[in-house]
């Protein structure tokens, strides 16, 4: 009986070594044949080198060279000196994750924006995709600060012109290309920023976003519809909800103390 060896989580490289075990103490193997597949599907496949085009290999580790990313499953097959051939199992003995590709991070910049920037604050919004083993962190920095790592919508009230940088890391450690932007703030002041004023919605279900713009702490939160009575919601509330609003323009107003 021969197997593979555990693997890494993740591999960032499209080639790699598999380590195999021989499982038997008196008889010597002369061979083993490595078989693979992608994505826990398909049928199972004999792995080949232009060296190896038998798929014989008789040492360990054996180079695998991932044709692209994906999860993949292995298995070996052993002979020994004697041409005793184990039985070909068809499960995996070890899986790991192959992912080469950097993820991809973009950015939404909204706020009352003038001639010459935003006026009083703004928001931005990170959104960032690894379509192999996912996103482990999106990271940014104001200005050359420190990087934080990105939870939610951050605003700015400066004013003047800022740099803002981004980046994401994937789970497997492939880490983004650093991207900027600027932005102006002109009249700066803490408020409330919303990134669709004046949108149309399509039914009376409707959730509304927003971003305080603050750097001091709040003691309360509200919002008022319609010009109604102020309703209390918690302090890191991003967004209020509506159900069953009737046609026609209505008004949201946010109040943060």
């Known amino acids: 009986t021969t197997s593979v060896e555990d693997l890494d989580d993740y591999q960032t490289a499209s080639s790699f070594p598999v380590s195999f075990v021989d499982n038997d103490p ?59 051939t ?3 199992r068809n499960a995996a003995d070890a899986s790991t994750i192959v992912d ?38 999106t990271s940014y920095r104001i200005d050359g600060g420190g990087w934080m790592t990105y939870v939610s919508n951050v605003g700015i009230s400066t004013n003047g012109t800022h740099v803002v940088e981004y980046r994401a890391e994937d789970k497997a450690g492939n880490v ?28 009376g279900d409707v959730t509304i976003h927003f971003t305080v713009v603050d750097s001091a702490a709040l003691s309360k939160l ?19 909800s509506f159900n069953g609003l009737g046609n026609g323009a209505h008004s949201l107003t946010v109040k943060a103390t």
């Open 100 to 137: 080469t590709a950097s993820p991809v991070t973009s950015i939404a910049i909204y706020g009352d924006e003038g001639e010459s920037g935003y006026i009083g604050a703004a928001a931005f919004n990170l959104t960032s995709a690894d379509s192999t083993s996912g996103i482990e962190k």
């Open 176 to 203: 983004e290309d650093v991207k900027n932007v600027t932005l102006t703030i002109y009249q700066g002041s803490p408020g409330i920023v919303f990134p669709e004023p004046g949108k149309n919605h399509p039914d």
């Open 86 to 88: 184990e039985e070909k």
């Open 26 to 84: 008196w008889v010597a193997m002369d061979y083993v044949k490595l078989y693979y597949r992608v994505n826990g599907s398909g049928d199972w496949v004999l792995y080949t080198t232009t060296g190896r085009p038998d798929g014989k290999f008789d040492s360990s580790p054996i180079m695998f060279n991932s044709p692209g990313d994906g999860r993949y499953e292995f298995f070996t097959q052993g002979t020994d000196v004697e041409n005793v």
């Open 222 to 240: 509200e919002y008022s519809l319609d010009g109604g009575a102020f309703v209390e919601i918690p302090l890191n509330s991003t967004s209020v």
